[in-house]
């Protein structure tokens, strides 16, 4: 399973968005905070791999 590196760009309620930082793209993932940790700020590096993000 490919792992892939994101940081966060914005946090809009229950939501947040995501941009990859391990390859060059400008499109940004919008992801349910619920699966995300709950100690996610703007500008927090996050690490999804296995279907699980996780802080880094």
């Known amino acids: ?3 892939k590196y994101y940081v966060v760009v914005s946090i809009d309620g229950d939501y947040a968005n995501l941009q990859r930082t391990d390859v060059e793209t ?3 993932k919008l992801v349910a905070r619920a699966l ?3 100690e ?3 500008g ?3 690490k999804y791999e296995m279907m699980e ?4």
């Open 1 to 3: 399973m490919e792992t």
């Open 26 to 28: 400008d499109d940004l």
């Open 36 to 38: 995300l940790p709950t």
């Open 40 to 42: 996610i700020r703007e």
């Open 44 to 46: 927090s590096q996050l």
């Open 53 to 56: 993000y996780e802080l880094i």
